[in-house]
Structure formats: structure tokens, C-alpha cells
């Protein structure tokens, strides 16, 4: 069926071919094309030792691509020749990550968004030369959504259900039963029409991507470093919840757990944070008033109470200009030994030391070893 020089050109597709692909043909003994389709899998699998056949009994005529074993929810109910043997062929490639004409990342995560399970049918004519383009494209989304079935069936083998099912041209495309589209498609239009007839969930819910929380870290980072910090240890967990929330990954909810569980945050235990800013803030003034009466460092206490209070002062950059402008010196003043205190303060918590400080540039920064990477969550149990 397949000439040498053609066998020779898959031979060298296949090359590449990581994991391994069966065909799962499920035929009667009895079916006039049965001769047709198994000489066609078993010589296009002759061409490499990545593909096989599994041959089985069955009603009808139909094979389904397995990748190690696995179902891919491709299915041919058809003898792939002419046009669709290009189908055929991308089908395996496609499934292996060396194929063509992938959808970018916009459209792929919008594939990934569809609402399943989808079941859906494409009847075609193997002279058709539209049919391939809508077959391929369906079977790109079944290999991008596992919650996607596409079966590819040649009307004219399957005579008594294409008239059943009114099919009029090729190619048709049908969703659980309904018919959606007909005639020639691109992926982007076909995909408009699942969308809206089975609706997509929510993008960033679809996957939290890697990007973002790295993203998280970089920007962490860079603030770490204008504080005149070292890094951040990469091994402490703390360190990848901070950049989880940072990237965006958490939400409103992580940002509250975050920082409100933070025992150094403001000064007082996760529990108190945790109940919101004013109660901190009652708190803070509180103690301020009780070490002013005793004579302890109340203007100290008075001025981290100011301080946490002024406007704009949890934008990032500019505390970092306004502590090593102003700021440190301040509290250094009213508290002296305040910034020696800090420093073993941000050590004893998070094993950072300080490269640069007000009177200038130290050392160079560092990569911190945390004291406790792994701690009990949110520390809360501490």
C-alpha cells in the first residue's frame, strides 16, 4: 500500500518520536475495508519501533491512537488514505510534541478553558480537501484538553448514520449529538463555537503558572536588594509563599494570610495581625502611653507608631528611600541601638544580614541561609 520511498520519509519523521503510540483497531471480521485499514497502521508502524498495532474483534470499524498505553481521545473511524492520511500522521506527531501549526499560548490556554466532557464527531469525505484542516485542528484541542473526544468517520463507509444524521456536505462537525458546523473551518472559529456552546472556566483558574510565581521571586528580590538586604534563602518555604502571593497566585486571601500571620510584620503576634490593622494599631498606642507613664522608650514606641501610620509608607520604594534617607536615623535617634537590633532581628528571622546601610555600601550581597526553612505554617504554632 505504501510505496518505499514513502516509508523511507516516514521513517525519518518518526525518528524523533519519544514516547510509544499503538493503534487500537477495533474491526469486524466481516467489514469490507477491515484488509485495507490494518495493512495501512501496520505499515505505517513498520516505520518505526515507537508504533504498533493491537487488532481486536469488534462491531463496525474504528482505531484509536494510545500514547504509552494511554487513551488519547483521538479516534478514526475511518481507513486514513488520501487527504486524511496527513491527519493520520500529525495525529502521532502532534501527540508527541513534534508536529506543527500549535495554537499559540492565548488560544491554547483557551482550549484548555473548555468546559467538558465534549464529545465530538467530524464526518468527512477522504477526497475532501477541507476536511483535513477541521480534523486536525479538533484533534490539536483533544491532545491540549483532556475532557475533548474527537472521531473522525468517513461518510462513505458509514452510509446508514450519515443519513440518519442528515449530514448534507463534508466536513460536519457534530457536539454530543448536535450539529455545530459544516463546511470548510480554521481553529479559531471552531473553538469560538465550543466556547459558546459549552462555555470556558475561569483562565487563571485553568493552571497557576510557574511564570508568575518566578516573577513573584525576581520582584522579591529587587526589593530585597534596595533595602540593602541579601537575598532571600531560595530553599525556605517562607521565601515561595512571599512570591506565590506576590505573582498574583493567592489572591486577596493569600495576601491576608501572609502578611497577617507574619509575627514581625507589626510588631505584634500572628494572632493580633490577623485581627486587622485598627486593633494593631489600639494595641501599639496602648503601649506607647504605658512606657511614656514609666519612663521606658515611649518617643521610640511614639515614633514606630507614627511611622507605620504615614502616607504612602507601604509603598515599597519609597520606604526604601525614606528608611535610608530618613527614617533609620530618626528611630536610631530616639532608640539608640535600633538599627543594630534590626539587623539581628532580620537574622535571627530570616538569616539575611545587610550588604549596604545609611553610611554606605558594606560588602557585596549574599544568598541567606533561612534558621528555619521549613517552619510550622504561617507560623502560627511557633
Not at 144 to 149: E, T
Not at 202 to 212: P, S
Request: with cysteine; proline share 4%; glycine share 8%.
Amino acid at each position: 500500500m505504501l510505496d518505499s520511498a514513502i516509508k523511507d520519509q516516514l521513517k525519518g519523521l518518526f525518528a524523533q518520536l519519544e514516547a510509544h503510540y499503538t493503534f487500537d483497531i477495533f474491526v469486524h471480521p466481516q467489514h469490507e475495508s477491515r484488509a485495507e485499514l490494518v495493512d495501512l497502521l501496520e505499515e505505517v508502524a513498520s516505520c518505526s519501533d515507537k508504533l504498533s498495532c493491537r487488532l481486536q474483534d469488534s462491531e463496525g470499524l474504528k482505531f484509536i491512537l494510545l500514547k504509552e498505553g494511554e487513551d488519547t481521545g483521538i479516534i478514526f473511524r475511518a481507513v486514513p488514505g488520501g487527504h486524511e492520511f496527513t491527519s493520520l500522521l500529525m495525529a502521532v506527531l502532534n501527540a508527541d510534541g513534534k508536529g506543527k501549526n500549535f495554537p499559540d499560548e492565548f488560544i491554547t490556554r483557551r482550549i484548555k478553558a473548555l468546559q467538558g466532557p465534549i464529545s465530538l464527531t467530524t464526518y468527512l469525505s477522504l477526497t475532501c480537501t477541507n476536511c483535513p484542516d477541521v480534523v486536525q485542528a479538533l484533534n490539536m484541542m483533544v491532545l491540549l484538553n483532556g475532557q475533548i473526544r474527537h472521531e473522525a468517520v468517513d461518510g462513505s463507509i458509514n452510509e446508514e448514520e450519515v443519513e440518519r444524521m442528515k449530514v448534507q456536505a463534508v466536513p460536519t462537525v457534530f457536539a454530543d449529538g448536535e450539529q455545530i458546523h459544516v463546511g470548510r473551518s480554521s481553529m479559531g472559529d471552531l473553538l469560538e463555537k465550543l466556547e459558546a456552546r459549552y462555555g470556558s472556566v475561569e483562565l487563571e483558574a485553568v493552571e497557576t503558572k510557574e511564570y508568575d510565581v518566578l516573577v513573584g521571586y525576581c520582584v522579591n528580590q529587587i526589593k530585597t536588594l534596595i533595602a540593602g538586604k541579601d537575598l532571600e534563602d531560595p530553599a525556605a518555604i517562607d521565601t515561595w509563599i512571599s512570591a506565590f502571593t506576590v505573582g498574583g497566585g493567592a489572591g486577596i486571601i493569600g495576601d491576608l494570610l501572609v502578611n497577617a500571620t507574619d509575627d514581625s510584620k507589626y510588631g505584634h503576634s500572628a494572632y493580633i495581625n490577623f485581627m486587622g490593622p485598627v486593633i494593631g494599631t489600639i494595641l501599639s498606642a496602648s503601649e506607647t502611653w504605658d512606657a511614656t507613664k514609666i519612663g521606658g522608650d515611649g518617643g521610640a514606641k511614639a515614633w514606630r507608631l507614627a511611622k507605620s501610620n504615614l502616607p504612602f509608607i507601604n509603598i515599597w520604594y519609597v520606604k526604601a528611600v525614606l528608611d535610608h534617607t530618613v527614617l533609620n536615623q530618626l528611630s536610631e535617634f530616639l532608640s539608640p541601638g535600633y538599627r543594630k537590633r534590626m539587623e539581628k532581628n532580620t537574622r535571627k528571622r530570616t538569616g539575611q544580614g545587610f550588604w549596604r546601610n545609611e553610611r554606605g555600601i558594606r560588602r557585596a550581597p549574599r544568598v541567606a541561609k533561612h534558621p528555619d526553612p521549613w517552619p510550622h505554617p504561617f507560623g502560627l504554632f511557633k
